[in-house]
């Protein structure tokens, strides 16, 4: 009897990146394979300049490669158009930056709507509804109306985790997620990553840190733009 091959949210195969900046040329990716299963937990690890956030870029769209193949939910970003592939990752891919990227003026709960905004999801009061129920789910049900400097680092990072939840992604992907946050602060964030994976969300993140990329079953550990080691 035949194997079934378990179904795949990313799939990289062969690809390469470099970057040129007038007639110099950097290989930030050199032949990368890598393939995630639908539900998996996986972190990237490696030192600075290793490629792992290259990879993260090429798998959100954010980027494109020089040469092989990105296919993402099914699909291959790569044939997508800026518009198609900006709807499709607003609506697919839910990302939690370092530096939390919220915007100052808005407070938590117009911060954790602004992702539905963007792709038309629901009327208005769902979308507060959906908004509120995962902030709720973050901890932060009694801090809607709060800016994000009347907010902590760690709370401020669990508005961003709210809001890449906002239009129900199928892949959350998290670069150097707890960078800026005190080690008791990340432990909190990653119990709650571990909580999504548990409900069935794939979660993708990239740290420096092998303490916390061991909080994932699975890391792959990259280097000099190739994957070192996978397990």
């Not at 401020?156 to 960078?179: K, N, S």
């Amino acid at each position: 009897m035949g194997t079934t091959a378990a179904p795949g949210i990313i799939d990289l195969r062969g690809v390469e990146k470099t970057y040129r900046t007038g007639a110099l040329e950097y290989p930030a990716l050199r032949g990368v394979d890598l393939h995630v299963e639908l539900g998996e937990m996986v972190s990237l690890i490696g030192p600075s300049g290793s490629g792992k956030s290259t990879v993260l870029n090429l798998i959100t769209g954010i980027d494109r490669p020089s040469a092989g193949s990105v296919e993402v939910d099914g699909r291959d970003i790569t044939s997508l158009s800026e518009e198609h592939l900006a709807t499709w990752r607003g609506r697919r891919v839910g990302i939690v930056f370092q530096f939390f990227q919220l915007l100052p003026t808005l407070n938590t709960l117009e911060n954790a709507i602004l992702p539905m905004e963007f792709a038309g999801i629901g009327s208005s009061r769902e979308r507060m509804e959906r908004a509120t129920r995962n902030l709720e789910l973050v901890g932060l049900a009694d801090k809607l109306r709060h800016l994000p400097s009347e907010l902590s680092g760690g709370e401020q990072q669990r508005v961003a985790i709210a809001r890449a939840m906002a239009c129900d992604p199928v892949l959350l992907v998290g670069d150097e997620p707890t960078g800026n946050l005190d080690t008791e602060t990340a432990s909190k964030m990653f119990d709650l990553l571990a909580r999504l994976n548990d409900e069935g969300m794939t979660i993708l993140y990239v740290t420096h840190d092998r303490a916390l990329a061991s909080r994932a079953p699975r890391t792959v550990a990259i280097r000099d733009g190739r994957v070192e080691s996978d397990g």
